[in-house]
């Protein structure tokens, strides 16, 4: 892809607005803000996957200054809800004033904690099979284990979406042993061979692997 293609595709693709870009202009400024935010084409893609699928009920795996969530958030009906999940709320604080200037902040609920930790807990109160749509971008290493977790929160028909499944190409460099490289790596493979779930990984930014349960 190169810069002047790119530039095609957002001229005839990209519907952007200021609470949009303004939120992804200020997470850009952050340190390594660029490189940890979703891209303003995937998030227009997660709008979109949410509205085919029909979703009321969004779990985020990732939250960071919650670009992604607010993308998601104004896909949903009025009495929807997302609960995204973050180590700290440090820069999800960025994002609460757009998610409000957007009029969506009632359907958005902020957990902050070990994400393995909070999904253990949705599980354990009865919330499997109770979401329409997973997104799953978050620290690598624990993937495989985050995708477990999606798939019993995922009801049948629902869809996971997990980010950075390609990693920069490293997944395809066999010398590449890094921990965050085999757990994706590790995730890939079992995706691949999981009967639970129709599958396919996409080519588009860092690799975006959907997951449809069966």
């Not at 607005?17 to 390594?32: A, K």
């Not at 997302?82 to 957990?111: F, H, M, N, Q, S």
């Not at 999981?194 to 349960?213: F, H, P, Q």
Request: charged share 30%; aromatic share 6%.
């Amino acid at each position: 892809m190169t810069p002047r293609l790119l530039d095609y595709v957002r001229n005839t693709s990209l519907r952007d607005d200021d609470i949009l870009s303004g939120l992804r202009e200020e997470t850009s400024e952050l340190p390594g803000g660029e490189s940890l935010q979703v891209m303003a084409e995937e998030g227009q893609l997660l709008a979109l996957l949410a509205q085919l699928s029909g979703a009321r009920s969004v779990l985020e795996v990732g939250t960071f200054t919650g670009y992604s969530t607010l993308c998601m958030a104004r896909a949903l009906p009025p009495e929807g809800r997302i609960v995204t999940c973050d180590i700290t709320d440090r820069w999800a604080d960025i994002g609460v004033p757009y998610w409000k200037r957007a009029g969506v902040r009632d359907r958005i609920e902020l957990r902050v904690g070990d994400a393995t930790e909070t999904l253990s807990e949705l599980v354990d109160k009865g919330e499997e099979n109770r979401f329409d749509m997973v997104f799953i971008d978050a620290d690598k290493k624990n993937y495989p284990v985050y995708y477990e977790h999606a798939v019993s929160l995922v009801r049948s028909g629902g869809l996971v979406v997990v980010d950075n499944t390609l990693l920069s190409g490293r997944v395809a460099d066999e010398g590449a042993q890094d921990p965050d490289t085999v757990a994706i790596r590790e995730l890939n493979a079992t995706l691949h061979g999981d009967e639970r779930v129709d599958v396919s990984l996409l080519t588009m930014a860092d690799g975006i692997t959907l997951a449809r349960k069966r």
